[in-house]
């Protein structure tokens, strides 16, 4: 048994890391997430020459890895920078793109030349409930769509979309050009540095992507992917966090000790850590199990989300509360790791969801 | 990274499931089970069949008769042995005595006490605990004087697991109340035969006879049982505590009480339906799953690096906090499921060869004294807020 990444892929997190390190740091990441993309084409573009985003997928699909590990080592660099930009929507959508042999597609993405995103998420309307479901059709000179997608990461300026609609026989998956004929985008920042969109389409051309009907399969594996992606990210920013609460614990001080010294505090200070380590493991497991059988594979990811959403949020509070108001503050970096961490919760499914649906995969194979 | 067992770990856990299938007997395995209480002469029997097979002190160095296993082949026995429902190995002599003996006795002091906590000849108990020294262990006061060749002892000693059938006890005794508290501290061994030893029963909230209390009065104590030097008894028992960590998270028992725990809320009706379906008894039994599924990585992530040469320090009191919990987290859910038929108290019905009239389902009759019995995981071994200053120091270094 072996916990260590590896040689080649320390390499690789080391030089993602040096390079993030270099060039988005705090105040390259405040101009980012203020500018109107909301996020920096010229690190998503170091970072393709790196060969991160080839970590993502296998070489018989064009990649320089794909292995779980590979994916869970680069989003853990993610985390510790909390870069931002659409590396959940690029491997997911890329692992369709290989699954379903669109192999060109993907070699633009690996080298960072197209930017792609991944919508499957509903639009919600004004009263909270979905609105303008997608929906293809085909008429014989191939497929139209028409609907809507929700809060679609990176989706202004992304030149392949993936979307999932419904189709008379069931789920599928399409690939449609963000310059094509009906696309239509209100884009937004979010609350924790980046960009999403609301996608529109209005009798958009399209092409299928796999077989008709058959998209949920694929879905699945996309989302098992992103979800131990998301675990892999949200440790390190756990991470990051604990190391800047204890450095806190350390040297600030009141009533003339350092704040460390109080037991109230070293009990919390304590529970985060041993938490944390749950949620490493957690993650470890869902990347373990990344290529096992679907029932096994979602089991973990769902045990995964279900535990860094948990340990999530009560890292980011405590880190916070522990700094007391300097924790409240913009400046702080800190802040933007508590929210980052916070909104990993909102993505793919939040810790009840992923309780439920472990609870029915478990209840199925029992 | 790689989470695999390798082929001779596998090949391994094989030998000891076949082991076990042959040489557990049914008896035992039943009465572990179904909760009912051990007899002393039980859990000889099962030491000696472990120690004919070699097995008994298996993290003992092999030329005092362990095994040479490695930490993972360790594991990986402690989790087949729990899932198995073997008797628990008592810890006493074989874990926490041996270990200090092996490091710090006298080539006397081994021959003569390893071989004999092998074959069974001498039961022992542990002395630590004081009714004024628990989480503060060092302030403890129970006094040895010493007078020609021999200690004279005086005190009290509380807490002693199974003191009831013990023929000895390894005792940390007071020789100096010079300096810190913690250098006036020996490790002494004392027979329970001899004149002015007591022990009075205390019974625990589930209404067993598990522990006890130990009095001290004048006893004499030859000066060779002391280990090592006099007044260094602190450093042993430190090195007592940090030693075998590797069950500590209880990670076998915990998936046998699982497994239990599964297979009760498959067959338990509750409102109509079985009780695994309803929507908050899974939900809760789901925590406690994930949880355990982490903890298992958690474990052989710090059993891998113990392998590599890394002694745990705040991780062992990560494993004991959060194993313990699961493990506590298990018997309420037990008792949970039993409903009202968690009340009834057939005392009786918890040894061996009951055949009065069962109330209620059959697996229902301990899980309540379980329960109650079960509160002492957070609170012996150090109890898990001791446990989180041990973090705290590791992490912020205060």
Known sequence: MDFSLGEDRQMLVDSVGRYLADTFDFSAREKAIASSEGWSRAMWNGLAELGVIGAFFREDAGGYGGSPFDIGAVFGEVGRAIAVGPFLETLMAGRVLAATGRSEELAGVISGETRITFADTPMMGANGSPVAPMHAASNGDGWKLSGGKGVVGYVAGAELIVVSAQTDTGTSLFLVRGDAAGVSIRDYPLVDGGAAGELTLADTPAELLGSDGEGQALIDDATAAGLTALSWEAVAIMDVLRAQTIEYLRTRKQFGIPIGKFQALQHRMATVALEIEQARSAAINAAAALDKAPNVRDAAASAAKYTIGTVGKLTAEEAIQLHGGIGMTWELPLSHYAKRLTMIGHLLGDEDEHLSRYIALRQAAA | ?398
Not at chain 2, 277 to 296: Q, Y
Request: some cysteine; hydrophobic content about 40%; glycine content about 8%.
């Open chain 2, 1 to 398: 990274m790689d989470l695999e067992f390798t082929e001779e770990e596998k090949a391994f856990r094989e030998e000891v499931r076949a082991f076990l299938k042959e040489k557990l007997p049914a008896r035992l395995s039943d009465k572990v089970r179904n909760g009912q209480n051990l007899r002393k002469e039980d859990m000889e029997e099962w030491h000696a069949i472990l120690n004919a097979r070699g097995w008994l002190a298996n993290h003992w160095p092999v030329e005092w008769g362990g095994t040479g296993w490695t930490v993972m082949q360790r594991a990986i026995f402690e989790e087949e042995v729990s899932k198995a429902h073997a008797p628990r190995i008592v810890p006493f002599g074989l874990s926490m005595l041996a270990p200090v003996l092996i490091k710090y006795g006298s080539e006397e002091q081994k021959k003569h006490y390893l071989p004999r906590i092998l074959d069974g000849t001498d039961w022992w108990c542990q002395g630590y605990s004081e009714p004024g020294a628990g989480s503060d262990l060092a302030s403890l006061k129970t006094q040895a004087v010493r007078d020609g060749d021999d200690y004279i002892v005086n005190g009290q000693k509380t807490w002693t697991t199974l003191g009831q059938y013990a023929d000895w006890i390894f005792c940390l005794v007071r020789t100096s109340n010079e300096g810190k508290k913690q250098e006036g501290i020996s490790f002494l061994l004392i027979d329970m035969k001899t004149p002015g030893i007591e022990v009075r029963p205390i019974k625990l909230l589930d209404g067993d006879h598990e522990v006890n209390e130990v009095f001290f009065t004048d006893v004499r104590v030859p000066v060779a049982n002391l280990v090592g030097e006099e007044n260094k008894g602190w450093t042993y028992a430190k090195y007592l505590l940090t030693y075998e960590r590797t069950n500590i998270a209880g990670v076998g028992a915990s998936i046998a009480a699982f497994e239990q725990l599964q297979q009760v809320a498959k067959t338990t009706m509750r409102n109509g339906g079985p009780l695994a379906e309803d929507p908050l008894f899974a939900a809760r039994m789901a925590k406690v799953e994930i949880d355990l599924e982490n903890m298992k990585t958690t474990n052989l992530r710090v059993l891998a690096a113990a392998g590599a040469g890394h002694a745990p320090t705040a991780e062992s009191s990560m494993l004991k906090i959060r194993g313990t919990e699961i493990r506590q987290a298990l018997t309420d859910l037990m008792r949970r499921a039993a409903g009202s038929y968690a009340q009834p108290w057939i005392h009786a019905a918890f040894e061996e060869g009951f055949n009065g009239e069962p109330v209620g389902p059959d697996w229902a009759a301990p899980v309540a004294s379980d329960y109650f019995n079960m509160r002492k995981l957070s609170i012996f071994g150090g109890s898990n807020e001791v446990q989180r200053e041990i973090i705290t120091k590791s992490i912020l270094e205060l």
